[in-house]
């Protein structure tokens, strides 16, 4: 009788590369003051290597030289009722986490480049490409927000955040995929 042998294992690089399906833009959100009241959107402008017109970030890049590495932050919908749990709330509003993107159905962290040399692009509807340049970390405000411990609930749940690549219009309902920067 002769062993079988698995089929081989793809590598870590190849399993990177592999997500097992598009995601969806369940909102834009959109805030024209660093402090202000975040607002819905359909719609979007996405400006390469600003952010999203009519947010602030964008505006904030348009006065500075050199691209910045927080153009748009972006948050998972499958969070959210991670964050609701930890914090005792029933549900929890995207605005009050002060993100401007919720995508589901795609691991956002999964997004953001594993290899220097392989970089992953997200990409959004069929213009949009997004570099995800790290985790985006909780503020001091989620104390009051979400309440005592808010801050450490969101610990390892608040998203991330990325640079605009290619701009255009993002709209809620776009497919998100995630795709190496070598097949665009």
Known sequence: MTPSHPAATPDLRALCNQFPRPGRLDRIL???????????????????????????????????????KRQITLIQAEHLPVVAA??????????????NLVISGINLLAAGTLFADS?????????????????????????????????NAMRGHGGVTA????????RVGDEVTVLPRSAL
Not at 42 to 48: G, K, Q, S, T, V
Not at 51 to 68: F, M, N, T, V
Not at 163 to 170: E, K, T
Request: glycine share 12%; aromatic share 2%; net charge positive.
């Open 30 to 68: 959109l805030r024209a003051e660093r402090r202000g009241t975040l607002e819905n959107a359909h719609e979007a402008l996405a400006i390469a290597d600003r952010g999203l017109q009519g947010d602030h970030q964008a505006e904030a890049k348009a006065r500075r030289s050199g691209p910045s």
């Open 86 to 99: 930890l914090t005792g709330h029933s549900r929890i509003d995207p605005a009050m986490l002060r993100r």
């Open 119 to 151: 970089p992953l692009v997200l990409c959004i509807g069929t213009e949009v490409q997004l570099e995800v340049t790290g985790p985006c970390e909780p503020c001091s405000r989620m104390e009051s927000t979400l309440g005592p411990g808010g801050y």
């Open 163 to 170: 640079r605009v690549l290619a701009g255009g219009i993002l």
